[in-house]
């Protein structure tokens, strides 16, 4: 048998990450297996159903990295199959028009919740042969749900679940219009796709009994079910699309890598062990359905911050670089009028939590400061600076060797010659480059920055100092400047 898992998600929204997470799940158990993963768009919702939602999902995946190998598969295509099977249960007797009216369904209910009943069609319909003469019509086509006996869905997260088969409803299959309904269309694509294991949010469980009915109607096996438990935010409280769950597209732009993501995503409901970082490779090999928890997860920023600073300092400087790249194309910067990225990853690895911090705190290799943090210059610029500056300026522009080594050794040099203590030269001279008191270390900065860059930002920095700082150095209170 070929394990086959689908993720098969409605686009009436982002791909939020309790999706993401039944992706993920169910791309591992494909491929911990070595089977198929099919991706199943569930848009028979034309009103909740939008194109910018199926892209975003799409988006999220390739951002992921879980790749499908089928589909994606759209449902409002396969509208042809599904009156195929309609007609044919309909044919054996195992489905039948239901022709009450939208008003005594709904007194049915009221009453039944009245009586504090669950509520369910009293299957008046059931064993009609000829349309009653008030009838209403179109009618609606409802499952024959077996009367007596028990459903058992033996799940493998949650253990075997029985449902008595009087209280599952003899559920609509397709409305007074016409379409398909969910739990219909799900069962007829799970066994259309050959699908071995369904993993998917336990909000599904319920529906997972009916579905079992009608695929034992539909003469085959029903796939093994695995129902997750619910993802809780950071303060215990149920997530949903509605209550604002963050999207995997928001996360990419607040700066977390797709690795980092992807092994929060996995930890949220899964252990082996007690590990906590888990390379793809390693998930693929480890993870296993009997793993799941049965709890609810919870969301914990602090731990997805840690593991994406793990993920940045880890992970190949090229493939950070790649998306770092990305993050500066959003602030208006061609990262090839810069450093090698790769350089400036492993400068900044350390000192940055997510790619917006490392693209932030690295936008001036790419722009000549426009203005010196105020803070910063009225602690470090005086009227000894520019003299300070010129003599950095004059010892760097004769280096024959633009190296971290060789710009070292200059500034010491430097600082040497004038009695002081590195960082004394270090301080202005990297406020006068990057225009802000935090960078890497300066000969790292510098040789990444260049001697023509370097060169000009020190003059600049000369120049505007002269103007700025008068010998009590008092003009600095209303830094920031113009260099
Ligand atoms: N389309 C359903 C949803 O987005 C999932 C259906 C399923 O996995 O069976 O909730």
Redesign the pocket.
């Known amino acids: 048998m070929i394990v086959k898992t689908?993720?098969?998600?409605?686009p009436?929204g982002d791909l939020h990450i309790g999706?993401a997470r039944?992706a993920l799940f169910s791309w591992l158990y494909a491929r911990r297996h070595g089977g198929r993963f099919v991706l199943r768009i569930?848009d028979t919702d034309r009103e909740r159903s939008t194109r910018e939602a199926i892209n975003t999902i799409l988006e999220g995946m390739a951002w992921l990295g879980l790749d499908y190998d089928e589909g994606p598969f759209f449902q409002t295509e396969r509208f042809e199959r599904y009156r195929e099977v309609i007609q044919m249960l309909l044919a054996q007797g195992k489905a039948y028009c239901c022709y009450c009216s939208r008003e005594r369904v709904e007194q049915l209910r009221a009453g039944q919740l009245s009586r504090k009943e669950k509520p369910r069609y009293d299957r008046r319909c059931r064993s009609l042969t000829k349309p009653p003469a008030d009838a209403s019509t179109p009618p609606v086509v409802r499952f024959k749900t077996p009367e007596e006996g028990e459903t058992v869905v033996d799940d493998r997260v949650r253990g075997r679940v029985v449902f008595r088969n009087h209280e599952l409803d003899d559920l609509i299959i397709v409305r007074a219009d016409g379409t398909p309904t969910?739990n219909l269309v799900?069962v007829i694509d799970?066994m259309d796709m050959a699908i071995t294991h369904?993993i998917?949010?336990d909000?599904?469980l319920s529906?997972a009994a009916r579905?079992i009915n009608l695929i034992k109607a539909l003469g085959v096996a029903p796939p093994v079910y695995a129902h997750v438990p619910i993802i809780l935010d950071e303060g215990g409280r149920k997530l949903s699309k509605r209550a604002g769950a963050a999207s995997v597209m928001e996360y990419r732009d607040q700066g977390f890598l797709p690795e980092a993501m992807l092994n929060y995503l996995v930890r949220l409901g899964w252990a082996h062990g007690d590990q906590e970082i888990f390379s793809i490779d390693e998930m693929v090999e480890h993870f296993d359905i009997h793993e799941i928890n049965q709890s609810a997860a919870s969301l914990n920023r602090p731990k997805l911050l840690w593991l994406n600073q793990h993920y940045l300092m880890t992970c190949d400087p090229s493939h950070v670089g790649r998306h770092l790249s990305w993050h500066l194309g959003v602030r208006g910067i061609d990262p090839v009028d810069g450093p090698p990225i790769e350089e400036i990853v492993k400068s900044q690895a350390q000192r940055s939590k997510t790619l917006l911090e490392m693209a932030e705190q690295s936008l001036f290799f790419y722009r000549d400061p426009t203005d010196y943090d105020a803070k910063a210059a009225r602690k470090a610029f005086s009227s000894q600076t520019p003299g300070l500056l010129a003599r950095v300026r004059a010892e760097l522009s004769g280096l024959e060797d633009w190296t971290v080594e060789g710009v070292h050794d200059a500034v010491m040099a430097v600082a040497h010659a004038l009695g002081v203590k590195l960082g004394e030269v270090a301080q202005p001279l990297r406020i006068a480059v990057c225009g802000g008191p935090v960078s890497p270390p300066i000969d790292i900065t510098l040789s990444l920055l260049g001697r023509e860059a370097t060169l000009r930002r020190v003059e600049a920095a000369e120049v505007w100092i002269q103007r700025n700082v008068g010998n009590a150095g008092s003009a600095l209170d209303s830094a920031p400047g113009q260099p």
């Open positions: 689908r993720f098969a998600p409605s009436t999706g039944t569930e969910y799900v799970d369904v998917r949010g909000d599904h529906n579905q």
